[in-house]
């Protein structure tokens, strides 16, 4: 058998990008995002047309990925003729290669042939999102201006960790969602932490950080416009636990740009097939009138 005639070979990416100059990671007819600057990247180093990326998280406008991984099928001609001249493995010289052409928003750090089974948007444990807030106007830093929010008001980070609480686990999360047709709001939330870090990158930061298998549209930084409302003392500590009760939205989405996808995490090799199989299961198309229970595992959060 040709190289021409083997398998596809399924093709994982990690990458990174700065989402201030994007509208989103999805394309859409005339605007900048991730998803068709790479994909038109890629057809140019590749010398094959139309590429196409399946994402873990797709991420909305303004909204940064220091950890975020997609995939593409190509065949395996294609694959190996990537090398070209160039030394090194197929995945070593797309990066190369990539970063020559790809503008200084987006990087990809690593290409390889991913393992049987795996499925960038269906595989995935978990997806962790960290939201940076910063308080005190003596720690503005005008370098991270486009990455973390500021905010004029102090804010009680305990407070605001001690009204998280309550949220963490299985719920109906429609307050702090914007509902899709044929899509559920129930969620199992794995982690909603607040700090305010002493040392480090975001040392005096507010960073609040959302990990979960998986988000509806918004949610993220709506459970984080509720929870900076408590840290202003505007709202009692039960106010967000009250709100997710009531099925209500009523909460204010925070600003876009203080997000970033930080890391998705996969399961062993060995199990990859069997969690996209039964990621997919929960989103099969639902029979006229049933009720909506399924998830969107890469909604923008």
């Given at each position: 058998?040709?190289?021409?005639?083997?398998?596809?070979?399924?093709?994982?990416?990690?990458?990174?990008?700065?989402?201030?100059?994007?509208a989103g990671w999805a394309t859409q007819p005339?605007?900048?995002?991730?998803?068709?600057?790479?994909?038109?990247?890629?057809?140019?180093?590749?010398?094959?047309?139309?590429?196409?990326?399946?994402?873990?998280?797709?991420?909305?406008?303004?909204?940064?990925?220091?950890?975020?991984?997609?995939?593409?099928?190509?065949?395996?001609?294609?694959?190996?003729?990537?090398?070209?001249?160039?030394?090194?493995?197929?995945?070593?010289?797309?990066?190369?290669?990539?970063?020559?052409?790809?503008?200084?928003?987006?990087?990809?750090?690593?290409?390889?042939?991913?393992?049987?089974?795996?499925?960038?948007?269906?595989?995935?444990?978990?997806?962790?999102?960290?939201?940076?807030?910063?308080?005190?106007?003596?720690?503005v830093d005008p370098l991270r201006r486009a990455?973390?929010?500021?905010?004029?008001?102090?804010?009680?980070?305990?407070?605001?960790?001690?009204?998280?609480?309550?949220?963490?686990?299985?719920?109906?999360?429609?307050?702090?969602?914007?509902?899709?047709?044929?899509?559920?709001?129930?969620?199992?939330?794995?982690?909603?932490?607040?700090?305010?870090?002493?040392?480090?990158?975001?040392?005096?930061?507010?960073?609040?950080?959302?990990?979960?298998?998986?988000?509806?549209?918004?949610?993220?930084?709506?459970?984080?416009?509720?929870?900076?409302?408590?840290?202003?003392?505007?709202?009692?500590?039960?106010?967000?636990?009250?709100?997710?009760?009531?099925?209500?939205?009523?909460?204010?989405?925070?600003?876009?740009?203080?997000?970033?996808?930080?890391?998705?995490?996969?399961?062993?090799?060995?199990?990859?097939?069997a969690r996209a199989e039964a990621t997919r299961?929960?989103?099969?198309?639902?029979?006229?009138?049933?009720?909506?229970?399924?998830?969107?595992?890469?909604?923008?959060?």
């Amino acid at each position: 058998m040709t190289t021409a005639d083997a398998a596809p070979v399924r093709v994982r990416l990690d990458l990174s990008y700065d989402g201030t100059g994007f509208a989103g990671w999805a394309t859409q007819p005339g605007l900048r995002t991730v998803q068709g600057t790479l994909e038109a990247a890629l057809g140019t180093v590749l010398r094959h047309p139309d590429p196409r990326l399946t994402v873990a998280g797709r991420t909305d406008a303004g909204v940064h990925a220091r950890g975020q991984v997609a995939h593409l099928d190509l065949p395996a001609d294609v694959w190996q003729a990537v090398r070209g001249r160039m030394a090194g493995s197929p995945g070593e010289v797309l990066v190369r290669r990539l970063a020559g052409v790809l503008p200084p928003d987006v990087v990809v750090h690593r290409a390889a042939p991913a393992p049987p089974g795996f499925d960038a948007r269906f595989s995935p444990l978990w997806r962790r999102y960290a939201y940076r807030i910063v308080d005190d106007l003596t720690r503005v830093d005008p370098l991270r201006r486009a990455h973390v929010v500021r905010h004029r008001v102090p804010l009680d980070a305990e407070a605001m960790a001690r009204a998280a609480a309550p949220l963490v686990g299985l719920h109906d999360f429609l307050a702090f969602c914007k509902p899709r047709p044929e899509a559920t709001t129930v969620r199992t939330l794995q982690v909603l932490d607040v700090v305010r870090p002493t040392d480090g990158a975001d040392a005096d930061l507010v960073v609040v950080t959302v990990q979960a298998d998986a988000f509806c549209h918004t949610m993220v930084r709506s459970l984080v416009g509720a929870l900076t409302v408590v840290g202003e003392g505007r709202k009692p500590e039960t106010w967000p636990a009250e709100l997710l009760a009531s099925r209500v939205r009523a909460s204010a989405v925070a600003p876009a740009h203080g997000l970033t996808l930080e890391q998705i995490a996969y399961p062993d090799d060995a199990e990859l097939a069997a969690r996209a199989e039964a990621t997919r299961a929960r989103r099969a198309p639902l029979p006229p009138g049933a009720r909506a229970d399924v998830e969107d595992p890469d909604a923008g959060a």
